[in-house]
């Protein structure tokens, strides 16, 4: 491959005429200029440039060097500039994950308000369980994940970023008058499962694990991998489940469901956003997270993200 330095002499010289002014152009010293027009001629077996006394005149060879240089050279420039936009601009496509409840339930308004603030970014959403989302991150297919659960790995960065509680919820029918329960109690009814990866399910097992009961001692009637699902076959009256408040709050509203209280035991969680520790954050990933963060913080506060638009654009323009 043809050395850079090399051919930037030889274009000077080319554009210039003269070995001395393109040594003057680039700060390097006539015999340097001279040099590298030499090794170029050398390496290619031509003549590239005609010296005639004082003056230069490119060959037939020279000419196509030129040229070709010439748009290598421009090339670059753009490449330049390109990567200069993508430093500096949020804009390009940005893949990120989550896991079904904070997909289905905090995801949706973040994204509508983080495309209106950035009209330039392409947002693709991938929604799988948390293992499924943890693991997309850790394999480097996602930018940023928002997740129900931790999975603790040397390569990932996890921060809490807002509140959720798991509720029992039944058909009214399968309740059965019943409003609140014990733990111990839960046992005599069917469950509809999320599958093993879900962390609704190993957080509320978990709870279940503190409150002295063992979730393998509840009878299974139906493993689903979605909320949706969960929530469509406890009104059907399959079973009870433990699931978000935020995924069955207007179903119990409408009396759809009811909730079975635990008065000894209460599942809560923080969702999570995860993202990869050594993966560049490139500007539209760092705009999503700061706007995720000023959205969930006002979510923590109890107030209406109104504001998270231009806080998210402060934030990130005081990190760049």
Not at 80 to 85: F, K, R, T, V
Not at 124 to 153: F, K, N, S, W, Y
Not at 185 to 199: K, N
Not at 229 to 247: D, E, I, K, P
Request: charged fraction near 25%; aromatic fraction near 6%; proline fraction near 5%.
């Amino acid at each position: 491959m043809l050395d850079f330095r090399r051919l930037e002499a030889f274009c000077k010289v080319y554009e210039l005429r003269s070995f001395s002014r393109a040594g003057a152009d680039l700060f390097l010293s006539q015999p340097t200029i001279s040099a590298h027009v030499l090794a170029l001629e050398k390496e290619l077996g031509v003549r590239l440039l005609d010296r005639m006394g004082r003056q230069v005149l490119p060959t037939p060879a020279g000419e196509v060097l030129y040229r070709r240089a010439s748009e290598a050279f421009a090339s670059l420039a753009a490449a330049e500039a390109e990567i200069g936009q993508l430093r500096d601009e949020v804009s390009g496509d940005l893949v990120v994950g989550g896991s079904t409840i904070p997909a289905h339930h905090v995801l949706p308004e973040v994204i509508a308000g983080f495309v209106r603030t950035y009209p330039a970014v392409r947002v693709h959403l991938r929604v799988g369980d948390t293992a499924d989302i943890v693991q997309r991150v850790t394999d480097g297919e996602l930018m940023l994940g928002l997740v129900g659960a931790m999975e603790p790995h040397p390569d990932l960065v996890f921060e809490p970023l807002v509140d959720d509680e798991l509720v029992v919820v039944a058909a009214p029918e399968m309740a059965g008058g019943r409003r609140h329960v014990q733990v111990e109690e839960l046992a005599q009814w069917p469950w509809i499962m999320r599958e093993a990866g879900s962390g609704t399910r190993r957080t509320f097992a978990e709870a279940l694990a503190t409150a002295g009961m063992d979730v393998r001692r509840l009878p299974v009637a139906l493993v689903v991998d979605s909320t949706q699902a969960v929530v469509q076959y406890v009104r059907a009256g399959l079973g009870v489940s433990a699931t978000s408040r935020l995924a069955v709050a207007e179903s119990i509203t409408r009396g759809e469901l009811v909730e079975l209280q635990l008065d000894d035991c209460r599942p809560a969680r923080q969702f999570h956003s995860v993202r990869h520790a050594r993966r560049h954050q490139f500007p539209a990933a760092a705009a999503f997270a700061a706007y995720l963060g000023e959205h969930t913080r006002h979510l923590r506060n109890g107030k209406a993200p109104a504001n998270a638009e231009s806080a998210a654009k402060t934030r990130n323009k005081d990190k760049a």
